[in-house]
C-alpha cells in the first residue's frame, strides 16, 4: 500500500472527518430545497400537510442535540471501560468503529438539517413548494434517523464490553496476519544473510514504524540498479542512531530523504502492517485478566482460543501466496518463534499459579503444534517448556505439576 493510499485509510478512521461529510450532506439537504422548489406544483403544500414542517423541524433539532450529547457521553464511557477493563490499546479500535461513527454522524448532520431548515423557514426563502421539498426530505431524515438509532441500540449492548474487546483486536489481528501470509514480504524479497553494508538510512524520528510504504523504496532502488534491505519492520521501535535500512549503493542526499520518508513513525504501534502487535494486545488481555485486581481466568481462556484462530492463519491453504511486486527490495519475514513468545510467554508468567489457565495453555500449544507448520512444533514446544517451569515455581502441589507435565509430554 503506497503511502498516500494509507494516509487516506486512516484519515478515513478519524470521527471528524465521517461526522464533517454527514453535516455537510445535511446542510446540502435543506439547502436543495430551495433549487427544487420550482418543480413543486403550488397546490401540493396543503395537501400534505407541509406547513407542520416547521414544527418536525423544531422537534428533530432539540432531540438531535440531546442524542449526539448522549451518545459522545457514551462512547467516552466505553472507551475508559475498555480501557480498564482490556488493555488501552483496545480504545483505538473501539474510535475507528465504523458503525459508531456512523451513528454519531448522522446525528449530528441531522440536528445541522434541522437547524439550517429552521433558518430558513424563519427567513422566508422556501415558499410554498419549498416547503413541499423541505418535508418530504425530512421525512426522509427520519427514516434514516429510525434505522441508525435501532443500529446504535443493538451496538450499545456489547460496545467496549470484554467480550467486543477481544473480538475487535482478532479481527483486526486476522486481518493483519492474513495480509502477511499472502504477501510475507509485503511484496518485496525475502531478505535472508547478512546485509549490505555500503550505506545505512537512519530514521528522522523516535518511535514505531508503522507503515512501510515498499513502492517508494523499490522506485528508488530500481533508478539506482541496486538493493535496499529493509531492517525495521513495521512494530519495530527505531531512535536516530539505529539503521532502519541497509543499501548496496551510496545515494544522495534526497535518495535518504526518500527511503526515510517511506517508513512512518509514530507513537504508537498500528495494526494495519504489524500482525505481530495484534498479538501482544490480546496477551496484553489474557495478562491483565490474570492479575489479583481482575483474576478472570476465564478472560484469559477465551483470549487463548482466539490467538490459536490468529496463529492458524499462516497453516491456510486456501490462497495461493502474492506475487513479488518488489524485486529490488527486501524485507524480513515473520518469525514464528516471535509470534509464539508474543503470544503466550506473557500469559504463562501471569498465569503460572492458576492450574486451570495453566491446563488450557498447554491444550492451546498441543493444537498449534499439530497444525500443518513446519514451525510450529518446534515453537510450541519451547513454549510449553517455558510455562511448565514457570508453573513449577509456582504451583504448590506436585499432583498439579504433574498433570501439567503429562499436557506438556504430549506436545
Same mark, same amino acid.
Not at 512501510?212 to 533508478?223: M, T
Not at 498439579?400 to 503429562?406: I, K, M, P, T, Y
Given at each position: 500500500?503506497?503511502?498516500?493510499?494509507?494516509?487516506?485509510?486512516?484519515?478515513?478512521?478519524?470521527?471528524?472527518?465521517? @461526522?464533517?461529510?454527514?453535516?455537510?450532506?445535511?446542510?446540502?439537504?435543506?439547502?436543495? *430545497?430551495?433549487?427544487?422548489?420550482?418543480? +413543486?406544483?403550488?397546490?401540493?403544500?396543503?395537501?400534505?400537510?407541509?406547513?407542520?414542517?416547521?414544527?418536525?423541524?423544531?422537534?428533530?433539532?432539540?432531540?438531535?442535540?440531546?442524542?449526539?450529547?448522549?451518545?459522545?457521553?457514551?462512547?467516552?464511557?466505553?472507551?475508559?471501560? =475498555?480501557?480498564?477493563?482490556?488493555?488501552? !490499546?483496545? =480504545?483505538?479500535?473501539?474510535?475507528?468503529?465504523?458503525?459508531?461513527?456512523?451513528?454519531?454522524?448522522?446525528?449530528?448532520?441531522?440536528?445541522?438539517?434541522?437547524?439550517?431548515?429552521?433558518?430558513?423557514?424563519?427567513?422566508?426563502?422556501?415558499?410554498?413548494?419549498?416547503?413541499?421539498?423541505?418535508?418530504?426530505?425530512? +421525512?426522509?431524515?427520519?427514516?434514516?434517523?429510525?434505522?441508525?438509532?435501532?443500529?446504535?441500540?443493538?451496538?450499545? *449492548?456489547?460496545?467496549?464490553?470484554?467480550?467486543?474487546?477481544?473480538? !475487535?483486536?482478532?479481527? @483486526? *489481528?486476522?486481518?493483519?496476519?492474513?495480509?502477511?501470509?499472502?504477501?510475507?514480504? +509485503?511484496?518485496?524479497?525475502? !531478505? =535472508?544473510?547478512?546485509?549490505?553494508?555500503?550505506?545505512?538510512?537512519?530514521?528522522?524520528?523516535?518511535?514505531?514504524?508503522?507503515?512501510?510504504?515498499?513502492?517508494?523504496?523499490?522506485?528508488?532502488?530500481?533508478?539506482?540498479?541496486?538493493?535496499?534491505?529493509?531492517?525495521?519492520?513495521?512494530?519495530?521501535?527505531?531512535?536516530?542512531?539505529?539503521?532502519?535500512?541497509?543499501?548496496?549503493?551510496?545515494?544522495?542526499?534526497?535518495?535518504?530523504?526518500?527511503?526515510?520518508?517511506?517508513?512512518?513513525?509514530?507513537?504508537?504501534?498500528? /495494526?494495519?502492517?504489524?500482525?505481530?502487535?495484534?498479538?501482544?494486545?490480546?496477551?496484553?488481555?489474557?495478562?491483565?485478566?490474570?492479575?489479583?485486581?481482575?483474576?478472570?481466568?476465564?478472560?484469559?481462556?477465551?483470549?487463548?482460543? @482466539?490467538?490459536?484462530?490468529?496463529?492458524?492463519?499462516?497453516?491456510?491453504?486456501?490462497?495461493?501466496?502474492?506475487?513479488? /511486486?518488489?524485486?529490488?527490495? /527486501? +524485507?524480513?519475514?515473520?518469525?514464528?518463534?516471535?509470534?509464539?513468545?508474543?503470544? /503466550?510467554?506473557?500469559?504463562?508468567?501471569?498465569?503460572?499459579?492458576?492450574?486451570?489457565?495453566?491446563? !488450557?495453555?498447554?491444550?492451546?500449544?498441543?493444537?498449534?503444534?499439530?497444525?500443518?507448520?513446519?514451525?510450529?512444533?518446534?515453537?510450541?514446544?519451547?513454549?510449553?517448556?517455558?510455562?511448565?517451569?514457570?508453573?513449577?515455581?509456582?504451583?504448590?502441589?506436585?499432583?498439579?505439576?504433574?498433570?501439567?507435565?503429562?499436557?506438556?509430554?504430549?506436545?
Amino acid at each position: 500500500m503506497s503511502r498516500l493510499r494509507w494516509l487516506f485509510t486512516e484519515l478515513g478512521r478519524r470521527l471528524w472527518v465521517r @461526522a464533517s461529510i454527514f453535516a455537510v450532506a445535511g446542510i446540502f439537504t435543506a439547502i436543495a *430545497a430551495i433549487a427544487l422548489a420550482p418543480l +413543486i406544483p403550488a397546490g401540493w403544500s396543503g395537501k400534505i400537510g407541509a406547513d407542520s414542517v416547521g414544527n418536525v423541524l423544531q422537534i428533530l433539532a432539540s432531540s438531535m442535540l440531546a442524542v449526539t450529547t448522549f451518545s459522545l457521553a457514551t462512547m467516552v464511557s466505553a472507551y475508559a471501560t =475498555a480501557s480498564s477493563a482490556t488493555t488501552p !490499546r483496545v =480504545a483505538e479500535l473501539l474510535i475507528q468503529d465504523s458503525s459508531a461513527q456512523n451513528a454519531l454522524a448522522t446525528f449530528v448532520g441531522s440536528f445541522l438539517f434541522s437547524l439550517v431548515g429552521i433558518i430558513a423557514l424563519n427567513a422566508g426563502v422556501y415558499g410554498d413548494s419549498g416547503r413541499v421539498v423541505l418535508f418530504v426530505g425530512t +421525512i426522509a431524515v427520519i427514516v434514516v434517523i429510525v434505522i441508525t438509532l435501532l443500529r446504535w441500540i443493538d451496538l450499545l *449492548a456489547r460496545f467496549g464490553r470484554v467480550g467486543d474487546a477481544i473480538d !475487535r483486536v482478532e479481527a @483486526a *489481528a486476522i486481518d493483519a496476519m492474513r495480509a502477511r501470509w499472502k504477501q510475507p514480504c +509485503i511484496g518485496a524479497r525475502m !531478505r =535472508a544473510g547478512p546485509v549490505p553494508s555500503v550505506a545505512a538510512v537512519t530514521s528522522m524520528k523516535i518511535g514505531y514504524v508503522r507503515h512501510i510504504d515498499v513502492e517508494a523504496l523499490e522506485r528508488v532502488a530500481s533508478a539506482a540498479g541496486s538493493e535496499i534491505h529493509v531492517d525495521a519492520v513495521p512494530g519495530t521501535f527505531v531512535d536516530t542512531a539505529i539503521p532502519i535500512a541497509w543499501l548496496d549503493f551510496a545515494p544522495d542526499e534526497d535518495g535518504r530523504q526518500a527511503i526515510r520518508e517511506a517508513f512512518d513513525v509514530g507513537a504508537r504501534r498500528t /495494526f494495519d502492517q504489524d500482525p505481530r502487535f495484534g498479538i501482544v494486545v490480546l496477551s496484553e488481555i489474557a495478562s491483565k485478566a490474570l492479575s489479583p485486581a481482575i483474576n478472570d481466568p476465564g478472560t484469559a481462556i477465551a483470549t487463548l482460543a @482466539a490467538l490459536v484462530r490468529v496463529l492458524a492463519v499462516l497453516t491456510d491453504r486456501g490462497d495461493e501466496q502474492g506475487e513479488i /511486486f518488489y524485486p529490488h527490495v /527486501f +524485507i524480513p519475514a515473520l518469525a514464528v518463534d516471535d509470534l509464539f513468545n508474543d503470544a /503466550f510467554s506473557p500469559i504463562s508468567e501471569s498465569g503460572a499459579a492458576t492450574l486451570a489457565v495453566g491446563i !488450557r495453555l498447554q491444550k492451546t500449544l498441543c493444537s498449534l503444534s499439530a497444525l500443518d507448520h513446519p514451525e510450529f512444533r518446534a515453537a510450541a514446544r519451547h513454549q510449553s517448556a517455558l510455562a511448565l517451569e514457570r508453573a513449577r515455581h509456582a504451583l504448590p502441589l506436585a499432583e498439579d505439576v504433574a498433570r501439567l507435565e503429562r499436557l506438556s509430554g504430549a506436545i
